[in-house]
């Protein structure tokens, strides 16, 4: 009898999938890994919502509304003197002599400088000397003339005496021989006149090879130096146009450009506090001397000019200024004037159409709508939305978001 074949096939092993305990540890695996990469975000997020970033504030400043003089408009400029000026020679050359140096104190009419004037001295010798032998042929000719007169004399007295021992043809060429010898003393005369005004040219020449100082001043600042060729006008190459450059450190004032949309809070005499930015710390008084009348359209500033009246030595041309112009104080019963908000201009944003601050009340960002005016002097204007004391965001967050802590930098 055959004994049956036995089923082998299900001890066959199928490779293609895993087993049911490999497929419960990969599910296991995921979870765990999913749970870590969420947790790493919510940490992430939290720690970043927690750290508030860095900004840099600056406060509003209520102006104005009080009794006493208080600062209106505020302007940037710079140093200037009202008497200052580029001194050049009158005449081309070689400059030979320069006798002063920067900060050097000179008075009005001074030698400062002198070019090499070796040929315009020979020039005065000669207009001289020309001079003079005009001179001696006028007294040649004055001589002749004086003679021919007496000869012309004596010729008539003799025919009034006795009219048959000289004619009267005689006579006369005796008066015109006079009268030529007092043309040639005249035309004599007006050669030793053009010779003088030759003369004095020479000198005039002589005389300008010599640089003079225009007025009492400084000395800002040497322009050529010895061995240069200075000329009246720059021609090029190595041609200096002027010698020294000098002010009247006396007559400093600062120009600033104001805002046309506030220039009519200026006057004439106003008075005004000066800052110079060399020294932060003092102030200087000042007074408004002159509102150029004409506006810069391109900027949209008018010019005006502050005499400094507190004259200090650290003072010096070309330094960067701050001008405050202050309100008058109010007179009698009269109104004071309305009080008025200005803050930075960095201040200030335009978003969506509208002119934004971001105030910073509690380490957390309050976005508020403001109407803002002009920009003058890096403060601004704002005539609506604040009432003044606010702490602004100024710098540090590129773009805040209402309700974001930031913490202020010291």
Do not use: C
């Not at 504030?57 to 009202?82: H, I």
């Not at 006008?233 to 120009?255: F, I, K, P, Y």
């Not at 309305?338 to 201009?345: D, E, F, I, N």
């Not at 803002?372 to 004391?389: D, H, I, Q, T």
């Amino acid at each position: 009898m055959t004994e049956p074949v036995p089923d082998l096939s299900r001890l066959t092993i199928n490779r293609d999938s895993p087993s049911r305990g490999v497929r419960r540890a990969f599910r296991r695996t995921l979870v765990i890994a999913a749970g870590a990469v969420v947790l790493v975000v919510v940490t992430l997020g939290l720690l970043r919502r927690g750290a508030a970033p860095a900004v840099r504030v600056a406060t509003a400043t209520l102006v104005g509304g009080g009794t006493g003089g208080s600062t209106g408009v505020v302007a940037n400029g710079y140093v200037v003197a009202r008497t200052q000026a580029s001194v050049s020679a009158k005449l081309p050359g070689r400059l030979a002599y320069l006798g002063v140096s920067e900060g050097s104190r000179v008075t009005e009419g001074q030698v400062i400088a002198r070019l090499d004037n070796a040929d315009y001295t020979a020039s005065v010798v000669q207009a001289e000397a020309a001079v003079a032998s005009e001179r001696a042929t006028l007294l040649e000719a004055q001589a002749d003339r004086d003679e021919l007169v007496r000869e012309a004399r004596r010729a008539h007295d003799v025919r009034a005496q006795n009219p048959q021992l000289i004619s009267q043809q005689d006579a006369e060429v005796a008066d015109s021989k006079a009268a030529q010898g007092e043309a040639r003393v005249q035309a004599q005369t007006a050669h030793v006149q053009v010779a003088a005004a030759a003369l004095q040219v020479a000198r005039a020449n002589l005389d300008n090879t010599l640089i003079h100082a225009p007025f009492a001043g400084t000395v800002l600042r040497k322009d050529a130096e010895v061995g240069e060729v200075v000329a009246p006008s720059v021609g090029g190459g190595l041609t200096r146009g002027a010698v020294v450059t000098m002010a009247d450190l006396a007559t400093l004032e600062v120009e600033v450009d104001v805002n046309e949309a506030y220039i009519a809070r200026i006057r004439t005499g106003q008075p005004a506090r000066i800052t110079i930015d060399a020294y932060p710390d003092t102030s200087f008084r000042g007074a408004v001397r002159l509102i150029v009348p004409t506006a810069d359209r391109q900027k949209a500033t008018v010019q005006v000019k502050v005499s400094i009246q507190d004259h200090d030595p650290r003072i010096l041309p070309e330094m960067g200024a701050r001008v405050e112009f202050l309100e008058p104080a109010r007179v009698g019963g009269g109104p004071a004037p309305q009080p008025r908000v200005t803050v930075l201009a960095d201040a200030v944003h335009t978003a969506g159409g509208q002119t934004v601050v971001w105030v910073v009340q509690q380490g957390r960002l309050e976005r508020r709508e403001v109407e803002a005016g002009p920009v003058s002097g890096g403060l601004r204007e704002v005539r609506a939305g604040l009432s003044g004391g606010e702490v602004l965001l100024v710098g540090g967050l590129e773009n805040p978001v209402a309700g974001m802590r930031v913490t202020v930098k010291p």
